[in-house]
């Protein structure tokens, strides 16, 4: 576990461990949950298909296109412990493909119509 006050930056680092200099990361999602185990019912969206949900979300500049440095500011989940479990998904590319997803960047998805 790693501990932080209510409100303070939260600081993350993702490195992706390879020789390749044509390789790069691409933070798509990234949710918060007061459980280890569910990530969808009664979870927190800091980033979403690569759309930024939570104001506090901060990105960095880093070294490379194989490193990611973000922060958000440390919450709580209301009538729950005081423990947040993070899961984050990241996307790997070639650098220069510039079809890639992670190029496309913030994907909102259409809504679906309601049918008759």
Do not use: M
């Not at 932080?4 to 798509?28: G, I, K």
């Not at 185990?37 to 949900?53: D, E, L, M, P, W």
Request: hydrophobic share 30%.
């Amino acid at each position: 576990p790693y501990y932080v006050s209510l409100n303070q930056d939260l600081y993350l680092e993702a490195f992706l461990h390879s020789s390749d200099p044509f390789l790069e990361l691409f933070l798509d999602t990234c949710v918060a949950s007061p459980t280890p185990h569910n990530f969808t019912t009664g979870s927190y969206a800091i980033i979403r298909n690569g759309c930024i949900k939570d104001p506090t979300y901060t990105q960095y500049s880093s070294p490379n296109r194989r490193t990611l440095r973000f922060s958000f500011n440390a919450f709580q989940f209301i009538q729950s412990n005081s423990d947040v479990y993070l899961q984050c998904e990241l996307v790997v590319c070639r650098a220069y493909d510039y079809s890639s997803r992670c190029h496309q960047g913030c994907v909102r998805r259409p809504k679906r119509e309601a049918s008759s």
